[in-house]
């Protein structure tokens, strides 16, 4: 999963773990205020987009995600 994949670096970070051939999937809100120009950003061919907020954990799948502590917003794999 990675969080902020449409973003400038997101998709730079994206663009590296499929040449290293990762399976990787894309949360990112797609916010107008960051994503200029009506956020049409699409993934690569058979990379899944979740649009949601990282901090809505029921959108995002509660299970997948646990709160970091001491990063308020930030996520990391839950067990």
């Known amino acids: 999963m990675l969080t902020g994949g449409a973003g400038f670096i997101g ?3 994206l663009a590296a773990l499929l040449r290293c051939r990762h399976s990787v999937r894309v ?10 120009g009506g956020g ?11 649009v949601t907020d990282v901090r809505d954990r029921r959108a995002a ?7 970091w502590p001491g990063r308020e917003g930030g996520v990391t794999p839950g067990h």
Not at 42 to 48: E, L, N, S
């Open 40 to 50: 049409g950003w699409r993934p690569p061919a058979g990379v899944p987009l979740i």
């Open 11 to 13: 998709q730079h970070v």
């Open 61 to 67: 799948g509660q299970r997948q995600f646990t709160p």
């Open 27 to 36: 949360l990112d809100s797609l916010r107008p205020d960051v994503h200029r």
